[in-house]
T-cell receptor
Framework: DGGITQSPKYLFRKEGQNVTLSCEQN?????MYWYRQDPGQGLRLIYYSQIVNDFQKGDIAEGYSVSREKKESFPLTVTSAQKNPTAFYLC???????????????FGPGTRLTVL | GNSVTQMEGPVTLSEEAFLTINCTYTATGYPSLFWYVQYPGEGLQLLLK?????DKGSNKGFEATYRKETTSFHLEKGSVQVSDSAVYFCALNPGGNTGNQFYFGTGTSLTVIP
């Protein structure tokens, strides 16, 4: 079955530690995205990547870093510089259709990060 | 700029009641519009979409019509079920050279009681 996997589902971190969230897709999608979701709020874009070895900052990139060494993988590192990292993190992917806005985004099941 | 505004929740309905969740948007160009649903502790799933004015998206009894004149994409269902309890997100994709970025509303929580 094609889809997006995120691991782990729950993650606990001590203050001051970096932590990496995994996102893998086997949909052969070019574009991948990371969102943060806080209770009662919508999704906020952290980073996105349209192609391997290239990525752009979203609206709330400070305190986060990403890499895109393979098409199917887009890991997110939450660094100690992120002041309030406790949240639900969602990874998504889509076919990259430049100039065509009808492509949907497919989402993974999410990782809930809690800082202790 | 691009943005989505959807009605505040939470919304509580009895089973078999009629549902409307309002969504309006601001966009440059000709966006595509989407409704996503999120069940507790899960990611978002596409519910329906519409890619041009006057298109109607539909799925699982839910419908939404792309109204360019009112910049709206309201979600409706004639008879809700307990299993429809979830958070619903309206979203737009402005198209063009934006990297397929999406703009999401804040979500509307729906609870259906038996």
């Amino acid at each position: 079955d094609g889809g997006i996997t995120q691991s782990p589902k729950y993650l606990f971190r001590k203050e001051g530690q970096n932590v990496t969230l995994s996102c893998e897709q086997n949909l052969n999608h070019d574009a991948m995205y990371w969102y943060r979701q806080d209770p009662g709020q919508g999704l906020r874009l952290i980073y996105y990547s349209q192609i391997v070895n290239d990525f752009q900052k979203g609206d709330i990139a400070e305190g986060y870093s990403v890499s895109r060494e393979k098409k199917e993988s887009f890991p997110l590192t939450v660094t100690s510089a992120q002041k309030n990292p406790t949240a639900f993190y969602l990874c998504a992917s889509s076919i990259e259709l430049a100039g065509i806005g009808s492509s949907e985004q497919f989402f993974g099941p999410g990782t809930r990060l809690t800082v202790l | 700029g691009n943005s989505v505004t959807q009605m505040e929740g939470p919304v509580t309905l009895s089973e078999e009641a009629f549902l409307t969740i309002n969504c309006t948007y601001t966009a440059t160009g000709y966006p595509s519009l989407f409704w996503y649903v999120q069940y507790p502790g899960e990611g978002l799933q596409l519910l329906l979409k519409a890619t041009k004015a006057d298109d109607k998206g539909s799925n699982k009894g839910f419908e939404a019509t792309y109204r360019k004149e009112t910049t709206s994409f309201h979600l409706e269902k004639g008879s809700v079920q307990v299993s429809d309890s979830a958070v619903y997100f309206c979203a737009l994709n402005p198209g063009g050279n934006t990297g397929n970025q999406f703009y999401f509303g804040t979500g509307t929580s729906l609870t259906v009681i038996p």
